[in-house]
Nanobody, 119 residues
Framework: QVQLTESGGGRTQAGGSLRLSCVASGRRFVLYTMGWFRQAPGEERTLLAAMSGEGRNAYYADSVKGRFTISRDNTKNAVYLHMNNLKDEDTAVYYC????????????WGQGTQVTVSS
């Protein structure tokens, strides 16, 4: 069982930057694809970025491509989301999630961290 704990959310002005962190408990972290999702009030939870276990492959949603960067440090069981040039519409609760190798769904979720961007 993997437990995920996010940190790093907060409030910033438009154009600012934040870095979210997610630390996983347990072993075999390298076997999990890690993803960052967000959910704004009244909207569905959407995938923003994902990174394969070894870090060789990364995915970005169009809405964040060029502004957000996902990275991971397998020695620390950690995944990060570096967010630059934040916009009002980036305001949401951000979640990290883990998907075991070969699985279709993200089965492990963090508790979420609030990001608020104001202009």
């Amino acid at each position: 069982q993997v437990q995920l704990t996010e940190s790093g959310g907060g409030r910033t002005q438009a154009g600012g930057s934040l870095r979210l962190s997610c630390v996983a408990s347990g072993r075999r972290f390298v076997l999990y694809t890690m993803g960052w999702f967000r959910q704004a009030p009244g909207e569905e939870r959407t995938l923003l970025a994902a990174m394969s276990g070894e870090g060789r492959n990364a995915y970005y949603a169009d809405s964040v491509k060029g502004r957000f960067t996902i990275s991971r440090d397998n020695t620390k069981n950690a995944v990060y989301l570096h967010m630059n040039n934040l916009k009002d519409e980036d305001t949401a609760v951000y979640y990290c999630a883990a998907k075991f190798r070969g699985e279709d769904r993200y089965d492990h979720w963090g508790q979420g961290t609030q990001v608020t961007v104001s202009s």
